[in-house]
């Protein structure tokens, strides 16, 4: 079994972890995220892939950063095959991709040089972009730019898209472990020869934030939107069905603006059928029995 360590710090991170389990292969050592406060009670837990180790008996560090001298003697003490990175919260310094034998692998949820950077999934569901896809990469300083070592589209059935972003998040980094079990062994027997991305056909993503999460769900007239607007608007509640949500704002009787998430929607004659919703302070309920409390969706956006 190749000696690797595995770096990540994400939920998605662990059904990588759990892919390559599959197929016999576990890390010597898991690199993540220190533990931080979560919940509401901001009780310090264990990160998800901290917890995968611990369950493991899988010796974990979760360095505050780096760029430390100590962090990279520690690595340089076990003649490391490979590292291999999913999800992980930090850019990785050279001197430490330099280390393994075979340098370091990343697992990318999207066809390189396409959707670099943080959140390919749900910018392909926002680009409404049907044909994406997995990409394992050698890891280079320069963020999602390094050579490719394998590739493979992933295209949902019309029917199926655009997919809950969770959900899609899942299956690509399920995928991904899958796709690195099998290529690992080729890589570390010298086989395959990395093909250097196509810097002009990049695109890049960003970190989303609640304000990108904010649908308009009715048009200037106060009807429900058709068409492209119907498309778009389908494609943000769909990719934000987690953190964030998807959310339009409302005014009730009296006047107060209220936030309210949308958690289940369609497309039904070209037009946006809003179907399920949890208005603010309140649990989920139908849309039309929202609307017959007398709220009135708001036609513009608000910040």
């Known amino acids: 079994m190749p000696l690797f360590a595995f770096f990540g710090s994400s939920e998605l991170s662990v059904y990588v972890l759990n892919a390559l389990e599959a197929q016999g292969l576990l890390p010597a050592l898991v690199v993540t995220a220190p533990d931080r406060p979560r919940g509401r009670g901001l009780e310090t837990t264990p990160n998800p892939v901290r917890a995968w180790a611990l369950d493991h008996e899988i010796e974990v560090i979760a360095p505050e950063t780096l760029k430390d001298d100590a962090l990279a003697r520690e690595l340089r003490n076990t003649p490391w095959d490979v590292f291999v990175v999913a999800m992980y919260s930090k850019l990785i310094p050279q001197d430490l991709l330099n280390i393994p034998r075979r340098g370091a692998l990343n697992v990318h949820p999207s066809l390189l040089p396409k ?22 990469m050698q890891m280079t300083a320069e963020m999602d730019a390094g050579p490719v070592v394998a590739q493979a589209r992933v295209e949902l059935e019309e029917s199926e898209w655009p997919p809950e972003g969770s959900e899609f998040e899942i299956l690509l980094a399920s995928e991904g472990g899958t796709m690195l079990a099998e290529v690992l062994p080729e890589w ?6 990395p093909q250097p991305q196509d810097d002009s056909q990049a695109t890049y993503t960003k970190k989303f ?3 990108d999460a904010l649908v308009r769900v009715i048009d200037e007239k106060g009807a429900p939107l058709t068409g492209g607007s119907a498309r778009k608007a389908l494609c943000t509640i769909r990719a934000f069905d987690k953190n964030p949500r998807a959310h339009f704002f409302a005014t ?15 497309i039904e004659n070209d037009t946006l059928v809003i179907e399920r919703v949890i208005p603010e302070s309140k649990k989920e309920m139908d849309y039309a029995e929202f609307l017959r409390g007398g709220v009135t969706p708001d036609m513009q956006h608000h910040a």
């Open 209 to 211: 934030g609640s304000e």
């Open 252 to 266: 009730a009787p009296g006047g107060k603006q209220i936030r309210v998430i949308i958690t289940k929607a369609k």
């Open 188 to 193: 570390l027997r010298d086989e395959i020869t």
């Open 115 to 136: 959707y670099r950077g943080p959140s390919p999934v749900l910018s392909a569901i926002l680009d409404d972009a049907r044909v994406t896809g997995i990409s394992i």
